[in-house]
C-alpha cells in the first residue's frame, strides 16, 4: 500500500509541474517495493514527456513490463520503438496487443479505450476501432469515451460526427493533453481553425503528457494554421 501511496504522489508531482519530486516518489516506492511496475512505468514517463529519453524510457517500459505492468503500456512502448525509427518492433509489439486484448474476453472492457487508438492508427482496422469505441461509449458516456469514438471517426473520414463528439468529450471539463491534442487535429479537420490552433497550444502547454510524435504533430499543425 505505501508503494502504490508513494507512485501516486508521484503521479500528483509530475502533473503539477514538479518532474524531480516526482522521481524521488518513483525511486522512494521502488525502493519499498523493488519492482514497482506502477513506479517503473512512472519513471519512463519522466524519460519521455520530460527527458525525451526515448532509449531510457524504452528500458523502463519493457522493465515495467516484465515486472508485470498492465497490458496498455505495450503502444506506449510501440509509439517509443517507432519514434526511435524501430517500425518493425513497433507493429509487432501493437500486434501482440490487439491480440491479447482480443483474446482476454473478461476484461476486454478494460483495454477497449487503447485498442480503439491502437485499432485506428491501420486503414484495415479502423471499421473495427470504430465498432469498439462505440461499445466503450455504450457502457461509459464519460470523457474519455467520447474522446475515443471522435477519434476512431475521424481515422475513419467522418469529421463532421467525430468534431461533434469531440465537443462533448470537451464539455465534460479538465480535458487532459492528449485529449486536447486530438480535439486539436479534429478541429482543424473540420474548418475551425483558430479553436483547433487554441486546443493545440493548451495541449502543448501539458507536452510532458504528449509522445515525442504528438508534439511534432501539435508543433506542425499549428504552423499549418498560422
Known sequence: ?????????GHFELHSGDPEAAVRRYVEALSVLPGSPAALEGLASVALGVDRDLEGARALYAKALEHGAHLDVMPTLAD??????????????????????????????????????????????????????????????????????AWALYRSGDVEMAWTL??????AGGPPPPVLFRAGLI??????????????????DGRVELTPQEVTEALEAIERLK
Not at 85 to 103: D, M, Q
Not at 122 to 144: I, K, N, P, S, W
Not at 197 to 202: A, Q, T
Open 187 to 204: 478541429a482543424e479537420a473540420a474548418g475551425e481553425a483558430s479553436r483547433a490552433e487554441e486546443l493545440l497550444e493548451e495541449a502543448l
Open 80 to 149: 517509443v520503438e517507432e519514434a526511435l525509427g524501430n517500425r518493425e518492433e513497433a507493429s509487432r509489439l501493437r500486434r501482440v496487443f490487439v491480440e491479447a486484448a482480443f483474446g482476454d474476453g473478461e476484461r476486454l472492457a478494460m483495454h477497449r479505450r487503447p485498442l480503439v487508438f491502437v485499432l485506428a492508427d491501420a486503414v484495415e482496422t479502423r471499421d473495427e476501432a470504430v465498432r469498439q469505441a462505440r461499445l466503450d461509449l455504450r457502457a461509459r458516456q464519460d470523457q474519455g469515451a467520447f474522446d475515443a469514438l
Open 166 to 171: 469531440e465537443e462533448r468529450a470537451l464539455a
Open 1 to 9: 500500500v505505501q508503494a502504490g501511496a508513494l507512485v501516486e504522489l
